[in-house]
């Protein structure tokens, strides 16, 4: 049973340079310190983090923590 615990911000790397994102839950998105200060982590909405410790849903962020708030009960109202 997954159940939705958190909602959290959803974060992203963000090249400033190229407009590129990637995932701050893999590995560094550059290889040279340079090409480091072009990258910066942002805040994107909100997501969720199962009891398992998985973040995020397979689905874009909430764009509020209303929505966000929503979805989760949405989801763990299939467990009651």
Known sequence: MRRVLNIIESKKWVNSETGATASIYGSLPYWTEAEGKKW?????GYTW???D???GLGRIPA???E???EVMN???NRYN
């Open 74 to 76: 949405s989801i763990n």
């Open 67 to 69: 929505e966000a708030v």
């Open 49 to 51: 983090q199962l009891n």
């Open 40 to 44: 910066k982590i942002v805040t994107s």
């Open 63 to 65: 764009k509020t923590y």
């Open 53 to 55: 410790g998985t973040i």
